[in-house]
């Protein structure tokens, strides 16, 4: 085939619309904010959420160090800048709200529970996400479903409560756990971090908050799902993770958000805390919705995820695969501080169309014998950008410090972008770090040698692909590696020649 | 580039505020010089620019690890009166022995004495040096570009004709010999079709006190032109080396570079190279050599703008004491290169704990079918090689030097020159030792 033909033949298979089978709007009534952002606005969501002053305080103190930041463009993304006046910030299902002031009480959230919207229900049902009581007696999996601002539903935190874990939405941990939440909120992500994450500390919507406590394994996966439903809200969850002691948890992300023809905005704030010789296990799955042909509606994530391995022996793992998003912007990083800590990243970006990923990681050593592997593998099809961009620092405290980082990146057609930007500084003379980044595209004579063998072309891709992403889907769990294998299918879907 | 009016003016420390107003007033004593309108109308524009754009600061993303603080502190000048004196054994010292077609510059003054008869070259190579006209200026928001265009006064160029190939060197040395004097380099090299050109560059000082060269080079290859160009930096701990080498390369042309960047307590040479036709082939490579307070950047931009272009790379650091290294290398595959091959290796060693090195080795893709890759590692001598050499017999000392040494001259295995990769084998040896 020559080239020519071989790239029309790629635009004509690109032209086709792929489906987004998330994209469904719920209809249910709801309390959205008017849209704007204002000091009175903070206040109202934090009144609505029925907060102790301290949270308030924190929000507004981040607000007005929001007011002095500029929001930054060094990212490889193009986009308009964003009217931020034009966002709702807060949006959620009315009967869930339960009139809002009883809606942090127990006995309000498990009635809440039984009474929730049936439509709310409805979509995470079709969504697959299993949070209605009979549903989940044979899941391994505890879930908890935001839907725009609100927590939802949490399941099997009875179940968890026995061990001790604490699995809730974070405006309950606010007022059940105000001790754990005031000691860690802000401790790895302040709110004058970044542009995005003061947003987020200032107009917070909801989260997950997870506790678990000292020599605790956690038997089953803990999760989140997130649901950006109506149009033109911003979606702002704060998850905070706490691993006490000798513990373990497995925690999974999944989100999706319905077809609209505006950006939406998800700016989240993701904090880890890992203690002595804990181990936490962060999956995320993305796809978020990446807008049409043109990305025009698809969703600007934009995120802040730090876990910090505060005791000695500790381990992070952050996997994530990411798919959706019109624009990501989105670096889970690992300061690596206890002793003989481990922090990991394992990613798969797929971009397609006009999609624009900007990701990576920061693996910041401090602690000795500190120890951190970055495995990257970045897919551009389509028109779109994908970019790796990371750090490895080693500060003059870490003697024998360890990195390696592998990142790959794989052009799909002769339209898009792929590009590496690492950031690599060393201060310790003991510390042995290796980087490796190498671009390729799918060889016509592995394709050949396929085809040669009776499997259709769109196979062989897809067979290529996956193998190419092996790495970091073995370490997804089970469930999810199957999700992110599909979804890499339904993404790369007529993308190839 | 930018009219300077839609510039938006950036707040200056008051220290760089100075050294602005310094250099606007060494530009204005030359434009008060010179007769030619255009090019006082240009060097006007480069001042109203950096006056506007300021100087680099730590915050700027180019310039995050190299710091302009110590530089800013003193006010080098121009075309001091008279020259140093130039210990011929000093000379003797830094020359090789191997001919060469020898031009020498003392504090940035053409010194025919020292230098060979131009009239002696061979046919079809010319030397020339002659007052910088306005075509000749940079015209780019760099800082030390913008400095360029400011404070030069003259232009060496050479050419050397279509199908001829040089086979001497032709040697540049630059020598300062005045505390506090500042060259500003400008050489323009034109290699045309099917010519060869090997280019020896050193700078070195005999001053005392802080001197400062930066300079400019702007080379264009013709098809099938081969040049080869050694840099040897070679000043003293405290003085600063700035140079940034712009060049075009047409089809099948061969660019061949190796900076040895041993001095300077800042130093920072660019390359930026535009792989402008098909077959073109660039190899860039770095040995560096840090120790005392020494920054040692060394940074590549290499363009691949046409298909089926090669382009490798290999950059090493040695750093000792509290010395630092910044290596900054980016490959730019445009849309439509297709068959690219471009690889970039970063490997550095630590020789204290002290000692740092940021490295950014990155990759700019828009064409699929390219080979691009990049390699980087940074760490300390690997104890079991140590060993080895202690189990045969060689001393601690001797076997980590050998073990240095040999890390840090790989780069001159690609120097098919038998008596320069000597001399450049025995001009860095002598700092290890």
Redesign the interface.
């Known amino acids: 085939m020559s080239e020519a033909t071989q790239y029309e033949e790629i635009n004509d298979l690109l032209s086709k619309k792929t489906g987004y089978k998330e994209g469904f709007v719920t209809q249910t009534s709801v309390e959205t904010f008017e849209k704007g952002i204002s000091e009175e606005v903070v206040r109202a969501i934090s009144a609505k959420k029925n907060e102790p002053e301290w949270m308030l305080e924190f929000r507004l103190k981040a607000y007005r160090h929001w007011l002095t930041m500029e929001e930054p463009h060094?990212a490889k993304a193009n986009y308009n800048p964003l009217d931020y006046q034009d966002y709702s910030y807060y949006s959620a299902p009315e009967c869930s709200a339960c009139g809002g002031d009883t809606c942090a009480a127990d006995e309000a959230k498990k009635a809440e529970i039984a009474e929730m919207d049936l439509e709310v229900a409805k979509a995470f049902a079709a969504l697959g996400v299993p949070i209605v009581g009979s549903e989940n007696e044979n899941t391994n999996i505890a879930v908890d479903a935001i839907f725009d601002s609100v927590s939802v539903s949490t399941t099997k935190r009875e179940e968890l409560e026995k061990l001790g874990i604490i699995f809730c939405s974070f405006s309950e941990a606010v007022h059940e756990h105000p001790e754990l939440v005031q000691k860690y909120l802000g401790t790895v992500v302040p709110y004058h971090d970044n542009y995005f994450a003061a947003l987020n500390s200032a107009v917070a919507s909801d989260g997950t908050f997870v506790y678990i406590p000292e020599n605790v394994r956690c038997p089953i996966d803990l999760s989140t799902y997130f649901r950006i439903n109506e149009a033109k809200t911003g979606q702002f969850e704060r998850t905070i993770l706490i691993a006490d002691k000798n513990s373990y948890v497995s925690y999974l992300e999944g989100c999706s958000a319905p077809v609209r023809d505006t950006y939406q905005l998800h700016a989240a704030v993701v904090e880890v805390i890992v203690l002595d010789d804990a181990e936490v296990k962060y999956s995320t799955v993305q796809n978020w919705y990446p807008g049409d042909d043109d990305c025009e509606g698809g969703i600007l994530n934009f995120v802040t995820k730090r876990g910090i391995c505060e005791g000695k022996n500790s381990k992070l793992s952050w996997t994530q695969a990411e798919t959706g998003s019109a624009i990501t912007w989105k670096y889970p990083s690992c300061i690596l501080k206890g002793d003989n800590s481990i922090g990991e990243f394992y990613s798969v970006a797929l971009t397609n169309r006009r999609q624009q990923a900007d990701t990576g990681t920061k693996m910041i050593h401090i602690g000795k014998n500190t120890r951190s592997t970055i495995i990257s593998k970045g897919l551009s099809a389509g028109r779109s950008d994908n970019t790796y961009r990371g750090l490895v620092k080693i500060l003059?405290s870490a003697e024998n410090a360890r990195n390696f980082t592998q990142c790959d990146?794989m052009?799909?057609?002769?339209?898009?972008?792929?590009?590496?930007?690492?950031?690599?500084?060393?201060?310790?003379?003991?510390?042995?770090?290796?980087?490796?980044?190498?671009?390729?595209?799918i060889g016509e004579d592995q394709l050949f040698y396929c085809q040669q063998r009776g499997i259709s072309e769109q196979d062989a891709i897809s067979m290529i692909v996956n193998g190419y992403c092996k790495e970091v889907f073995k370490e997804l769990p089970l469930e999810f590696a199957q999700e992110a294998e599909e979804l890499l299918a339904i993404s790369l879907e007529g993308s190839v020649g | 580039m930018a009219a300077v009016n839609s510039i938006k003016p950036r707040k200056q420390s008051p220290v760089a505020q100075k050294a602005i107003e310094h250099y606007i007033g060494l530009s204005q004593s030359l434009n008060a010089k010179t007769q030619n309108q255009m090019l006082s109308a240009k060097r006007l524009d480069a001042q109203k620019k950096l006056q506007a754009l300021g100087l680099p600061m730590r915050r700027d993303e180019d310039w995050q690890y190299t710091s302009l603080n110590h530089w800013m502190q003193t006010a080098f000048e121009q075309n001091l009166p008279g020259w140093g004196k130039v210990n011929p054994d000093q000379l003797k010292a830094i020359l090789p022995i191997f001919g060469t077609h020898r031009f020498v510059w003392i504090d940035g003054v053409f010194s025919q004495d020292l230098s060979c008869d131009s009239a002696s070259l061979p046919s079809g190579l010319t030397v020339e040096s002659a007052e910088i006209t306005n075509a000749d200026l940079v015209d780019s928001n760099h800082a030390f570009e913008l400095l360029h265009d400011m404070l030069a006064e003259n232009r060496t160029k050479i050419r050397v004709q279509k199908n001829v190939a040089i086979e001497k060197p032709v040697e540049l040395v630059y020598i300062q010999t005045q505390p506090k004097s500042l060259a500003t380099l400008s050489l323009d090299v034109q290699v045309e079709e099917n010519a060869q050109l090997t280019l020896i560059q050193q700078v070195v000082s005999f001053a005392d006190e802080p001197v400062c060269i930066n300079g400019v080079l702007q080379m264009e290859l013709a098809a099938q032109a081969i040049c080869k160009q050694y840099v040897v930096q070679d000043l003293n701990t405290n003085d600063f080396y700035f140079n940034n080498q712009h060049v075009h390369q047409q089809a099948s042309s061969v660019f061949d570079t190796l900076y040895v960047g041993l001095g300077a307590e800042v130093s920072r040479h660019q390359n930026t190279v535009n792989l402008c036709g098909e077959y073109a082939d660039a190899s860039q490579n770095t040995i560096a050599f840090g120790k005392g307070e020494q920054t040692i950047d060394s940074r590549t931009d290499t363009q691949h703008l046409a298909p089926h272009c090669n382009s490798q790379q290999l950059h090493k650091f040695v750093l000792d004491e509290q010395s630092r290294g910044v290596f900054n290398g980016m490959i730019y595959v445009a849309k439509g290169a297709q068959k690219t091959d471009g690889q970039m290796d970063n490997k550095n060693l630590l020789l204290s704990n002290n000692a740092k090195m940021d490295t950014k080795p990155q990759l700019e893709i828009y064409a699929d079918d390219v080979k691009c890759s990049h390699g980087c590692a940074s760490g300390q001598i690997d104890e079991n090689q140590v060993f080895y050499c202690q189990a045969r017999g060689i001393h601690q000392h001797d076997a980590v030097q050998l073990i240095t040494k040999a890390f840090l001259l790989e780069p001159l295995d690609n120097v098919s020159n038998e008596a320069i990769r000597d001399w450049l084998m025995q001009r860095v040896s002598k700092l290890l030792a």
């Not at chain 1, 690599?424 to 671009?439: D, L, Q």
């Open positions: 060094w003059p990146s052009l799909i057609g002769d339209q898009c972008g792929a590009h590496t930007f690492p950031y690599i500084e060393v201060e310790n003379a003991t510390a042995k770090m290796e980087h490796e980044a190498t671009t390729s595209r």
